[in-house]
């Protein structure tokens, strides 16, 4: 992949121990790129870091760490995606914390895909993975790609279950992108660096650290949207991540079992606060009514062609042909389209998630460019 | 059981076949009492029944119904409770078909006490079954009396479970008391009438007919206070029992399963539309919070003064002694009490079912006699 330009100040940033996430926002938000930050007088900076995070900011070491992770991103099939990238995942731009960079190996166009995350226990049942794999392959037949954290048990389940099919999958690590773990699943993280996609925000290198893989969850919630757990303990990782969907304001589904088995405990909590009840992966589907097979027509075409991304392959599309720019309503469009309103709906998401398309106040929509 | 003297009457009107319990309830609201009825000119019934029905009601065949059903109740541990006694349940006045006359084999004072249905297929699995009489046991411990249908599978193991404890069960019937229906369960319906009891709304030797049986299903419903479902197919009757529920405002649970099994489909089907899942009893309990242990203990004692009633037992009942007869809201009774909120509002709960308190408007509670 060609590096853009500024990439390198990009890594400066996110590789400074120094400097936490949030601060790296709000130097972002201030100061606008990178470069512009690092242009700054480090008196300027004084404000939003200690001495210490700032002599390291410009120290040999981090400077070293850098051309690493460029030398890196050379190879093929790697990349480096930023908060300016237009492939950075539109959907990780809704939650609260989203990395300023995200290391890639496998297809990026993926990171803008409609996706489902799909987690559970590592101790999981012969059936709860069968299940899993099940689930997945159907979500995948139907264009979704499936975002899960490579554990055993559910987890790898799940992933083959997505590479079975179109929507492939999408593996968040809580490791560097370099380092393999678990080491079980090595052929399958080199399947879906092949098929499709492995994430990390987490440096090279970066071994597996506790404290890291609940953090990470939430950028399986994040890349989604809608999260099932199909096999969890009442004490689990997974019902972090479903926390966490819940809390970006993702639906949460949850695979009920015997009220006599462990595994099925921590699904039930989460029914009984709220989570679908999933008996089958079209009760899911049904309740992603948007991103069901119908409306996936072209958003599957865009990654036949990846070089374009999704959003080129929208430029065709009939109902954005339909709308103009000026603000209409969705009875307007049926009759434009002369589609049923629950398409047009489904459509309109579709667009909007792809930033093609607005929502205004009013039930209002707009073409955005 | 000493029979009232226009009981007569009450039998005369539900045995007469061409009369409807709707049209019976228009007779009753206008009229009064079945004595009052029954003295009216025929003429003046013309308006509210056929001709062919005010023959049957005058019919020497209706007579002797009526002297059939006064013989059967004079035998001990019978009774007729018709919707003029104190002893009518009082929940069953909720509903919107209440039947005018039931027809009782045990303890009737059972008919006012705090119940929970718990239905589920007749073809159970062991686990099924076990699960059923386990959570039946648990309620019938916290003071709920089991109501069921004297099915096979989860109706009969509920029942067990029922009688395992103090709550006992009620066993409601959809033909005649005096039919034993199923016979493999005829021990069980003996165990019942001894120390728990059997309803029906039918005549004395209403066979098992199947058109009976799902209207049976809003009595067992309306009897209690909620409603478990503990296995079930998607077609079944205990699905009819859990609508009939829902419609009469009850709470609905339902025991969720593998996603795998036929007898959980009914089960998820209903948490889907809104029932609440029961990992466990405590689940239920902690629902229907106004009905636990510590809320029973004077029905409790009550059950053991069959004679008296549970209303009786109340006079002493301390937070009644507090209300005086004006008006009074939470806070003071909590003050005049000095009890919880959670507790008052759960014994006001008590005390309203048990007729001896009204909600009025504005969160206001009033004693009643």
């Given amino acids: 992949m060609t590096q853009e330009p500024g990439l390198a100040s990009w890594l400066q940033l ?28 480090r008196a ?9 995070a700032l002599a390291a900011l410009d120290s040999e070491e981090v400077a070293r760490a850098v051309e690493r992770a460029l030398a890196w991103a050379e190879q093929p099939g790697r990349a480096l995606v930023t908060l300016g990238d237009a492939a950075y995942p539109r959907l990780l731009l809704e939650i609260p914390d989203p990395p300023a960079l995200l290391y890639c190996r496998g297809r990026t ?31 995948s037949a139907a264009g979704l790609a499936i975002v899960s954290g490579l554990a055993q048990g559910i987890d790898a389940a799940a992933h083959r279950g997505g590479l079975a099919a179109e929507g492939s999958t999408i593996a968040v690590l ?11 699943n090595a052929a399958l993280a080199e399947q879906i660096a092949e098929r499709g996609l492995l994430v990390s925000e987490y440096p090279l290198g970066t071994k597996a650290l506790a404290h890291n ?31 966490a969907a819940a809390e970006q304001g993702r639906e949460v589904f949850a695979v009920p079992g015997s009220i006599h088995s462990p595994l099925a405990k921590g699904c039930h909590a989460l029914i009984k606060s709220g989570a679908k009840l999933a008996e089958s992966a079209e009760d899911v589907l049904s309740e992603l009514a948007a991103f069901r097979r119908t409306g996936f027509a072209s958003t599957r075409a865009a990654a036949q062609r990846p ?8 430029d065709n ?35 909007e998630l792809a930033g093609r398309v607005a929502a205004l106040p009013g039930g209002l929509y707009q073409r955005v460019h």
Wanted: hydrophobic share 45%; charged share 20%; glycine share 8%.
């Fill in 14 to 41: 996110t590789l400074s121990p120094g400097l936490g996430a949030a601060t790296l926002r709000e130097l972002l938000k201030q100061f606008g790129l990178p470069e512009k930050v690092l242009a700054l007088p």
């Fill in 44 to 52: 300027q900076l004084a404000r939003y870091a200690t001495p210490q």
């Fill in 109 to 139: 166009e993926f990171l803008n895909r409609p996706a489902l995350a799909v987690v559970g226990s590592r101790n999981a049942t012969a059936q709860g993975a069968s299940n899993a794999e099940q689930f997945a392959r159907t979500f």
């Fill in 174 to 184: 809580g490791t560097g992108i370099d380092v393999t773990y678990p080491a079980v």
């Fill in 213 to 243: 893989f609940p953090r990470r969850n939430r950028l399986i919630s994040g890349l989604a949207q809608g999260c099932l757990v199909v096999e969890a303990a009442l004490a689990s990782g997974s019902l972090i991540t479903a926390r």
């Fill in 307 to 314: 070089a374009e991304g999704a959003a080129a392959s929208l």
């Fill in 317 to 351: 599309d009939p109902l954005l042909a339909c709308m103009g720019f000026d603000p209409v309503d969705v009875d307007s469009l049926c009759a434009r389209a002369g589609l049923p309103a629950e398409r047009v709906s489904a459509e309109l998401l579709r667009l």
